[in-house]
């Protein structure tokens, strides 16, 4: 049988953490082992409990979430801190990717999405809402022509830039992998090889980067979706 997914919950509000309690109770295969008030507990706690997921509220007294992601993913490379929040802007987004976290999902997305999103990062993928994800294209369309600097091509074989469309539709791994006719460790083994081509690490860089150099239309994203 499978060890549980080992949850800590980051938020200064007790309702919140007490539905996320009761939320994953009734959940099998997901286990609160531990909750924090704001981003010195939170750290704390990360200290304490060594989860395998994190959702890190992101304004919080004290120090806030962004900070307590980055010191948490500064101390502990391996930690896999999402960020759950009201605050979809730019700003925050921005600033908690930078920061280290592995996603972002906002709280309206719904339990379903959420259980995705854990699932996600538990894989080494990165969970964002629709909604994040746009904000994101649209910082980099919003980018005035001249500041914005067009990347070299990195020289992607034709299966790459098919797997990056897929991406841009905010497909899992598995599902790109059914796309395409090939494995899950197929579709990290190519994102591992356009991510060493473009000296890219996180999948949403390669996205950013890759609307950068026209190989991703974001007007053909999905419309139902929003990916």
């Known amino acids: 049988m499978n060890s549980p997914c080992r949850l800590l919950v980051v938020d200064d509000d007790p309702m919140v953490r007490e539905a996320y309690r009761i939320f994953f109770a009734r959940n099998a295969g997901y286990q609160v082992v531990g909750e924090a008030r704001d981003g010195n507990e939170a750290v704390q706690a990360w200290r304490t409990h060594r989860p395998d997921v994190t959702l890190m509220d992101l304004q919080m007294p004290e120090k806030s979430g962004v900070d307590a992601t980055r010191e948490i993913c500064g101390q502990w490379p391996e930690a896999c801190v999402v ?9 925050y987004i921005v600033a908690a990717l930078r920061a280290g ?10 339990g379903p ?3 995705a999103g854990i699932q996600q990062a538990l894989a080494g993928e990165m969970p964002l809402s629709a909604a994040v994800r746009r904000e994101l294209v649209s910082n980099v369309l919003d980018t005035p022509e001249p500041t ?29 992998g059914a ?5 899950e460790g197929t579709v990290k083994q190519y ?4 991510g060493d081509k473009m000296g890219l690490k996180s999948r949403t860089q ?9 190989i ?12």
Not at 83 to 91: D, I, K, N, P, Q
Not at 158 to 175: D, S
Not at 191 to 194: D, P, Q
């Open 113 to 115: 999405a959420l259980i």
């Open 206 to 214: 390669i996205l950013v980067r890759a609307i950068q150099l026209g």
């Open 216 to 227: 991703v239309d974001p007007t053909e994203m999905d419309p139902v979706t929003g990916r």
């Open 101 to 110: 976290a592995s996603g972002y999902l906002l709280k309206d997305a719904g």
């Open 83 to 91: 960020a759950l929040t009201t605050f979809g802007t730019r700003e």
């Open 191 to 194: 994102l591992s090889h356009i």
């Open 148 to 176: 914005r600097q067009t990347p070299p091509d990195p020289g992607l074989a034709p299966r790459e830039k098919e797997l990056l469309r897929w991406l841009a539709q905010g497909l899992t791994n598995q599902q790109i």
């Open 179 to 183: 796309k395409m006719f090939v494995s």
